[in-house]
Structure formats: C-alpha cells, structure tokens
C-alpha cells in the first residue's frame, strides 16, 4: 500500500495520532506487533489503545483540574480517544472511568474501518526514513529501543524511571525553608526544609515503615543505579545513611539558627518557569497516599501541594527536552516524531493528547503549512512546552499534565479560585488558538464548540 505517514505504535497515543491524521485526509500506515506474534510484558490483547491497568483516564473536571480540562481540549479537537471514553463511561464520581474492554474494542473499530488506515500487525525494528510518529510506548519491543538509542546517542533514552515527587514552587513554607547552595557555592538554587535530631529519626522510621508498592513480575530485575536508590531503601540501610547522602546538613547556615541543621530535605528548580520544585534524591517506591502523609512531616513542606509523587517503574522514554524541536520531531532526524509516553509524558491522556497534537503538527507539515503551536496556558501546550524545552534535561522524568507546568498567573489569587483562573484562561486561550487556525486546517471537528470551550 503507498501512505503518506507511518505511525509505529497503536496503543493510546499511535490510535489518537492515526484518527486525526486520518481524518486530515491523510493515508496513515499503522504497525502494531500485538497480533503479528509479538506482545508486551503489560499487554493481554490484540485490542489497539489497550488501558493495562487501571480503567481510569482520572478526573473529569474541566474546571478545577488539569487532567479534566486536558480532556475537554481534545473533546474539542475531534479526539477518537476521548469520543471512545465518553461512549463507554462507567459511574466513578467526578473520574472518568470506562468498561476497558467495549473502550479498545470502539477505537480499534473506528480505526481499523476508517479509509484512509491501513493496520499492518507487524513490528518495527529500526527508524524508518521516511515520514513516522513513533509511539511505541512504556515497553518499546528491544530493537527499535536499541534502533532509537543508536541515534540519539548514549544515555538518552532510559528503560526505567526514577521518580522523585515534585512539589508546586508555591505551597512551600519560606518561613521555615531557605533558599542557599551548600557553602555558599554557585548561587542560591535550593530549596532547604531544615530538620533536627529528633524530626530526621521520626522521618526514617516513617519511611522504613512506609506502606511500599511492589514491582510486577516482570519488573523484578529493576536496577537500582547509582544516584537513583528508593530512599527508603537508603533508610533501611542504616539511620545515618541518608544523613550522610541526600539529607546532608553540612554547608548550610539556616539564617533562623545561624547553625547547619541535624539533617535536611533539598529541592531544586524542575522547570524553566520556576513553578515546580523537585525533592532532590527523593524518588521511592513508597505508596501515594503514604508519600503524601511523610513528606507532609518535612518541616515547610506541612502544606505542599505536589504536581507529581514519586515511583519507579519499568518505562522506555527519551531525553525529550534535549532530543525533540518544538514540534516533536527528532533534531537530528526529523523525518521521526515521538508521541505518547515515550516523549516522557505520564498517563493514559497524557499520551493519547502528545499522540493528538504530534498528528497535527505532522499533518500541517505534510500539506506544507505552519501550525501555530498550541499556547502554553492551554493544557496541551503546556504540556508540549514542558516536554520539548521546558522541563529540566539534566532532570528530565516522566510528567502528568498540572497546573505547574502553565505561566504563573498574573495577580494574586485567592487559594480556592486559583484552580479555576487556570482553567478559564486556558479556555480562552485555546478558543483564540482554534480562531487563528483556518476552518481548512481544523481538521476533525470536536464535540465542544469554539464558543462553548470560551464561555467554560
Ligand atoms: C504496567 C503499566 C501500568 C500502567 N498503569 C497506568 C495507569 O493505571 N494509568 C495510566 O494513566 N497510565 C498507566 N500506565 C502508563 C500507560 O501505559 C501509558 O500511559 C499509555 O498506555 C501510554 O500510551 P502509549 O500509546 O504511549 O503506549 P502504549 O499504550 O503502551 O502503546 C504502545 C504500542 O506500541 C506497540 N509497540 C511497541 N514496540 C513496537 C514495535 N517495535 N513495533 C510495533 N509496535 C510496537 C505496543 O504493542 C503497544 O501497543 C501504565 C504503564 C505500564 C507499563
């Protein structure tokens, strides 16, 4: 068959990106090795877009939330992924949860019977040369990861993630925390949450303690590199351990104490707009719920917010901020786009919006036009910006979408109306976007009209 693009990867991302290329009128050759006699660890079927876990795409809540409101942008965008969603909800309160079956089974049918699609079951081993979204995924079949890491050149494409949690910049406590560098070197760039003696051995037992979550089968030979040991792991080693690594108080004159402290907890800047703070050394294993209760003990972190909580897990994604342009294409191939979690986004949507946004970008380039980016108080440029320049490169880990990865929003606010200041100005913004794209270039008309996603 002749096709103007190749997409490798039909899960989330690889059926969203073939739909809206698809229906742009562009011929789209999709490869997917479930079903040619390949699987995934995770996989249990040949179904596209397959959810292999949870059956939650999270919260629905398009005014207070930034998943719900990443959700109401691709309604508005034609998004397969989300018609399927929305088809097949099942009762979850504010989440939108969906019978995960009947889910896979609508996208691999409006798939599979568009006309301008053709699925070859196939896998793919090495990056094509001509036009391609490569969207393979969390588990990337070992060849094409191997094919992937021989271009982008050594370290820049990791099989595990580390995570540390991320906490936003403005839930910390600056009467307690202070800004310094240890010794006084290089400028003032931490964050330091000062504990004494008694607060640091309270905070080791609680993270030995710590409810953890276990590695799957599959999982079980996750090395523990240097530099990215669990910290409870380092807890458990001894109660001095962490004292002498992460949590190292020497050099650090605290101005309330004029002293160094026993011990102290030390974040550093994460993104380029300064709104998200990365807790240094501190990526575990340690259960949500139970990181959120222990981290909360950290003196000036009793109210933090955070953008993402720690984990480690077994994840093929590459240095994104460094490797890719603006527009997701590889800096020195850029007949190749990434979209989906191997770009280092996080999550079921998160992957089906980068699928989303990677096919326009490709579609408008394709037909020889421009595409105006999405802007960055949207929640899809956002978390484009974020993963294309804005996180940190010598940091970068997988990222859900949050309110911390938009631009601070001008004029203060009060704590319970600034959820919804993010989400009306990303309305805003995203009509403005749609407006300044001519009707032709819309491609897919979504299920929210420009004045509905405007009026909120
Ligand atoms: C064990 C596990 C649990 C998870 N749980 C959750 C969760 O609960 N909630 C959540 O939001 N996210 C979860 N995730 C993350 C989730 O997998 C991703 O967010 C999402 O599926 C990523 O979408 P994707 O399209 O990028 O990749 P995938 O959906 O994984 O799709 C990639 C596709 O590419 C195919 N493929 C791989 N290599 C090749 C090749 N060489 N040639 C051809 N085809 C290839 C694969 O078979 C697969 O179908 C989990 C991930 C894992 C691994």
Redesign the pocket.
């Known amino acids: 068959m002749s096709f103007d693009i190749h997409i490798?990867?039909?899960?989330?991302?690889?059926?969203e990106a073939a739909w809206q290329l698809a229906e742009a009128g562009i011929r789209v050759r999709l490869?997917?090795?479930?079903g040619g006699g390949?699987?995934?660890p995770?996989?249990q079927t040949d179904r596209?877009?397959?959810?292999?876990?949870?059956n939650?795409?999270?919260s629905d809540d398009a005014e207070h939330n930034a998943v719900g409101l990443i959700h109401q942008e691709m309604r508005a965008l034609g998004s397969l992924v989300m018609r399927a969603a929305d088809t097949h909800r099942v009762p979850a309160g504010s989440a939108l949860a969906v019978d995960r079956d009947e889910f896979a089974a609508e996208v691999t049918r409006a798939v599979e019977s568009h006309p301008n699609i053709t699925i070859v079951r196939?896998?793919?081993?090495s990056l094509p040369d001509h036009p391609t979204i490569v969207?393979?995924?969390?588990?990337?079949?070992s060849?094409?990861a191997e094919s992937i890491a021989n271009e982008t050149g050594e370290g820049a494409l990791a099989f595990f993630d580390a995570i540390a949690p991320i906490v936003h910049r403005d839930s910390i406590d600056m009467d307690i925390a202070w800004m310094a560098a240890r010794w006084d070197k290089g400028g003032k760039d931490y964050v330091n949450c000062p504990m004494d003696k008694a607060q640091y051995e309270d905070f080791v037992a609680a993270l030995v303690n710590g409810e953890k979550m276990g590695f799957?089968d599959w999982e079980q030979d996750t090395p523990y590199f240097e530099g990215c040991m669990p910290i409870e792991v380092m807890a458990e080693r001894g109660p001095e351990t962490l004292r002498y690594g992460p949590m190292k108080g020497v050099g650090l004159d605290n101005p309330r104490t004029g002293r160094w402290p026993y011990a102290v907890v030390q974040l550093r800047q994460d993104n380029a707009l300064g709104t998200l703070w990365n807790m240094v050394g501190f990526q575990t294993k340690l259960k949500h719920g139970e990181q959120v209760r222990i981290f909360r003990t950290i003196p000036g972190l009793e109210n933090a917010e955070f953008a993402r909580l720690g984990g480690i897990?077994?994840?093929s994604f590459i240095n994104s901020p460094r490797l890719l342009d603006r527009e997701l294409r590889l800096k020195s191939k850029p007949n190749i786009r990434f979209?989906?979690?191997?770009t280092g986004?996080?999550?079921?949507?998160?992957?089906?919006a980068v699928?989303l946004i990677a096919a326009r970008l490709a579609a408008a380039e394709l037909r020889g036009e421009a595409l105006p980016l999405p802007p960055p108080e949207t929640a899809l440029g956002a978390l484009l910006a974020h993963i294309t320049g804005g996180a940190d490169t010598e940091t970068f880990q997988p990222m859900n979408v949050n309110f911390g990865l938009m631009p601070p929003l001008p004029g203060r606010f009060k704590r319970a109306d600034r959820k919804k200041a993010y989400t009306d100005r990303a309305r805003a913004a995203l009509a403005m976007w749609l407006e300044s794209i001519p009707p032709h270039r819309q491609m897919g008309r979504g299920t929210i009209s420009h004045s509905e996603m405007a009026e909120g």
């Open positions: 490798v990867g039909g899960g989330l991302a690889g059926s490869s997917e090795m479930r390949d699987m995934t995770a996989h596209l877009a397959e959810m292999v876990c949870s939650s795409f999270r196939e896998r793919v081993d969207a393979t995924g969390p588990l990337t079949g060849a094409l799957k897990h077994r994840n979209a989906g979690q191997i986004c996080e999550g079921y949507v998160e992957s089906a699928g």
